[in-house]
């Protein structure tokens, strides 16, 4: 009898799943080879601890391993702040320098207003509005339910809109 978890099986799954992770890391860290150096501890753990996974959904449990990797470098205060690279521009062609100087403000301070979450906020939100995963499979890979992952979201949001309005910034 195979254990749950072994095999070929086992390999395509997470194979199909490297790009994604790598995506999801590389968002987290903000750089391309300390994303590729997590993302291999992700799949390694995974393949060490194959043994414990009971069958569910793959995905899930990869990304669950994949956030606690990035939390764990976190900690370890290795990870550096590259959150403007990662925001999109509002807006094309030319600006004046002044409206380009106001929305170089309100960028700054929407990362700071980030920052200041929690790290589910914060995970809750990436993997919501830059990810574009739906509420279910969130819950799933953050470890709660739908209905407190939507609580989360909701008052991050307000956090975030709180924070910007104190800094004078209208919510858009």
Not at 22 to 28: D, E
Not at 32 to 39: H, I, R, T, Y
Not at 70 to 88: K, T, W
Request: include cysteine; proline fraction near 2%; charge should be neutral.
């Amino acid at each position: 009898m195979t254990q749950p978890g072994a095999g070929t099986e086992f390999a395509e799954q997470c194979l199909a799943q490297a790009g994604p992770i790598l995506a999801y890391v590389q968002a987290s860290v903000g750089r391309a080879d300390l994303a590729e150096d997590l993302a291999q501890d992700v799949f390694a753990q995974a393949l060490a601890a194959r043994a414990q996974f009971t069958g569910g959904d793959t995905k899930a449990w990869l990304y669950q391993i994949a956030r606690s990797r990035v939390a764990m470098h976190r900690r370890r205060g290795d990870v550096e702040r590259r959150g403007l690279a990662r925001l999109p521009r509002a807006g094309a062609g030319a600006e004046c320098p002044s409206a380009e100087a106001l929305r170089s403000e309100r960028r700054q301070a929407l990362l700071e207003a980030v920052e200041r979450l929690s790290e589910t906020e914060r995970e809750a939100l990436r993997l919501k509005f830059s990810d574009g995963f739906d509420n279910g499979w969130i819950a799933g890979a953050l470890g709660v339910t739908v209905g407190n992952l939507g609580v989360i979201v909701h008052r991050a949001l307000g956090k975030l809109r709180a924070e910007l309005e104190r800094e004078g910034f209208a919510w858009e």
